[in-house]
């Protein structure tokens, strides 16, 4: 059996205000290591919210999350950030890599806020900007790549810190069929070949088809999670 | 790879980089100009009266200190004691014996009161500058009996030229009054008309003819450079005996002793209230550019950015426009002083108020090296408190909202 990555018991997240919002109503999860899971439901649903607790961007208001059995809601804010750096992976929907880096140093620049050393760093960016099938652009910064090759770099950044799982909300949003069904083949090759577990926000269609575990989210609960 | 990615982020707005780097290069063009400017104007102000009229020290006796008059002379054997003790001293170049009285001086037009000073010509042309600032005669070089050397602004108030007799009145040092006439051998002009106005020389020879003894009430010193007056001054203090006391040029003309130590202070002040100025512009320089990439530093905190690194790189950037106006501007105001230094800066139309403060109407900058460092540590200190705010603004982000961009 495989060991759970991220396991979620009674999680609340409440936004205060004059009419409180539950967007986490009570969410029981657990995600094994190797899966390929989508978070789907409709906007404003609690899907993002929820990844973002997952990835520890934000703190519940009640329950727990162990992550590879930590249980990072009693973590503080830096030892949260370091938790981050060393386990998680991110891919956002906006791509957000650094507009004046080229694509290895935004693939390497996490690695260096790991202290990891130079040639490891450029030799990994190397490797995974291959793996995402960006080999010869290497040396071209964002504004010189499309939108589907940004959200790869993105994602061979998120992959550069060797982290746990990688949580991408929303990631194929901004892009053309053609960029999302190629960026959606390579994660699923890198989540087939190298067990990377895969956890994303999304509604769309096309990233659920591509899924192992669809966990269907609304008002703040699961309410069905099936498994192809 | 922080230092790189701060540089290309220097250079991402880059118009807005161009226009912050230049003030700051402007600021510090404009302070070193000022420096050089003060530094040239005082020491040419301070150079000019120790050479002209005050020497590097002086001697007087005790009691002159208290009162100047007339029977407040250095003894003889205390002037001899003096001579002696300045022989031994290396340093010491020359001294000049002068007689100093307060008296009264007419002519056909306007009697005032002035101070006479009697001195001995050639020990006065060999150890001061005097000569250089004859306007008309000379100083005492032409043979003549009771000749008085008085400034150019003094004859033109009491309608005096060369020759002309004026009638000197003073007291000696038993308080008997004399009465003398003298004819003008000389008119000079100094840097300073506060000092024209009120001294007239004459040989002291003919005050010793008038009064049957001769007098000496001061002894100007000079000494091989202007370095350490102070220290000098104190190795002669030491080898004299009382009554008789050495007093440096800051003594002797507190208010430019006084100009001379406020002027450092006040440089000081004018840098920091350039490096303020600054401090506002880089601020909100870095301010921009944190709020404008507050999505991309939400991801560089969510990814595990930490916050030390986070304000590292703020400050590392804040910093870089410091390192590259600093160089540009420190170089731009060199080149600018040491073009000036050749040229000058002339101000003849403000030529008689610079003349009450003892200043020439064309002012030549020098060039200060150590304020160079002063002002590259100012830059520093201000980039890098320059940097705190906007360092904290992008502490306090939220990476959620700030990656989504709110």
Redesign the interface.
């Given at each position: 059996m495989s060991k759970a990555v991220i396991e979620v018991s009674g999680l609340h997240k409440v936004y205060e205000g004059a009419v409180p919002v539950r967007a986490v109503n009570g969410i029981d999860l657990t995600i094994t290591e190797g899966e390929f899971t989508a978070l789907k439901g409709p906007s404003g649903c609690g899907k993002t919210t929820l990844l973002?607790l997952l990835?520890g961007?934000?703190q519940p208001t009640s329950g727990s999350i162990l992550i590879d059995g930590t249980d990072i809601t009693g973590l503080s804010?830096?030892e949260l950030?370091?938790f981050?750096?060393?386990n998680i992976g991110?891919v956002?929907q906006?791509y957000?890599l650094?507009?004046?880096?080229s694509a290895t140093?935004n693939v390497?620049?996490?690695m260096?806020?790991?202290d990891r050393p130079k040639e490891e760093r450029l030799a990994r960016a190397e490797q995974l900007l291959k793996a995402v099938g960006l080999e010869g652009k290497e040396d071209k910064r964002p504004g010189q790549l499309s939108g589907g090759q940004q959200q790869r770099v993105a994602v061979a950044?998120a992959l550069a810190?060797k982290p746990k799982f990688v949580l991408a909300d929303e990631p194929t949003a901004n892009l053309d069929s053609e960029s999302t069904a190629k960026l959606l083949d390579i994660m699923e090759q890198l989540n087939r070949e190298e067990n990377m577990t895969f956890v994303f926000a999304t509604h769309d269609d096309r990233v659920i088809s591509k899924a192992k575990r669809v966990v269907s989210i609304s008002d703040g609960k699961v309410i069905s999670d099936t498994s192809k | 790879m922080i230092l790189k990615v701060a540089w290309r982020n220097i250079w991402r707005s880059r118009i807005r980089s161009i226009i912050v780097l230049s003030s700051i290069a402007i600021g510090i063009w404009a302070g070193l100009l000022i420096i050089g400017f003060s530094f040239g104007m005082n020491n040419e102000r301070t150079a000019a009266a120790i050479g002209a009229t005050l020497g590097h020290s002086q001697a007087h006796s005790a009691d002159f200190l208290q009162d100047p008059s007339p029977s407040a002379v250095i003894a003889p054997e205390a002037y001899e004691n003096l001579v002696a003790a300045l022989e031994e001293q290396p340093f010491v170049t020359g001294y000049a014996p002068r007689t100093m009285l307060q008296g009264m001086v007419a002519s056909a037009k306007q009697t005032r009161a002035s101070r006479i000073i009697g001195v001995n010509a050639e020990s006065e042309r060999a150890n001061t500058t005097i000569t250089t600032y004859m306007q008309e005669g000379d100083f005492f070089e032409t043979r003549v009996r009771k000749g008085v050397v008085i400034s150019e602004k003094l004859a033109e108030k009491m309608g005096l030229g060369m020759k002309k007799k004026m009638v000197l009145t003073f007291q000696d040092h038993n308080g008997i009054i004399h009465k003398a006439t003298f004819r003008v051998s000389g008119i000079y002009r100094t840097l300073n008309a506060a000092w024209d106005e009120l001294n007239i020389y004459v040989q002291q020879k003919d005050i010793e003819r008038i009064i049957g003894t001769p007098l000496i009430h001061e002894v100007l010193i000079s000494y091989d450079k202007s370095e350490d007056t102070e220290e000098k001054t104190a190795a002669i203090s030491a080898a004299v005996v009382t009554p008789t006391v050495i007093t440096s040029w800051k003594q002797n003309s507190p208010e430019l002793g006084f100009a001379d130590d406020m002027m450092g202070i006040m440089l000081v002040l004018v840098l920091g209230i350039i490096m303020l100025a600054l401090l506002f512009g880089i601020i909100n320089n870095m301010l921009m550019a944190v709020l404008e990439r507050r999505r991309e530093l939400g991801m560089l905190m969510a990814v595990g950015m930490n916050k030390r690194k986070l304000f590292s790189m703020i400050l590392i950037e804040t910093l870089m426009l410091g390192l590259v106006a600093g160089p540009i501007g420190m170089l731009l105001g060199d080149l600018s002083i040491r073009v000036m230094m050749n040229v000058g800066l002339d101000l003849s139309t403000k030529k008689d108020g610079l003349a009450e403060l003892g200043v020439q109407s064309t002012i030549y900058p020098e060039v200060v090296p150590e304020y160079y460092l002063v002002m590259a540590f100012m830059v520093i200190l201000t980039a890098l408190v320059a940097a705190l705010f906007p360092a904290y603004k992008a502490l306090k982000l939220n990476p959620v909202r700030a990656i989504r961009g709110n």
């Open positions: 973002n990835g961007l934000d804010d830096n950030i370091d981050r750096l060393h991110f956002f906006a957000n650094i507009p004046v880096l140093e390497s620049f996490i260096l806020l790991q950044r810190s | -």
